[in-house]
């Protein structure tokens, strides 16, 4: 049998976990900005029916130049404040990126 060491062999991920408000209905997917400890975004969709989760993920993947495989709502499926985890980006880069709407 084979022994395999374990010290070699370590997960190296980064991710971030961002804390929105989310207002639907609006005329654009767009980032506004920060309020207070969070990220305020508006969607288009109406609130409900979970569309605006679609709209949050589409946008956030686009604004953070990532996979929307790599974003996951892990809390306040049903809320208009969520919070998202993202896989791949740090957290200062992600909030680089949101302050400049996207990446550079």
Known sequence: MTSIDLTAVRAVTTS???R???APGARRNEVVGRLGDVWKLRVCSAPGRGAGNSDVVALLAEVLDVDARALRIVAGQASRDKVVAVDGVSLDEAERRLA???PT
């Open 16 to 18: 971030a976990r961002l």
């Open 20 to 22: 929105l408000r989310v």
């Open 100 to 102: 400049s709407g996207g």
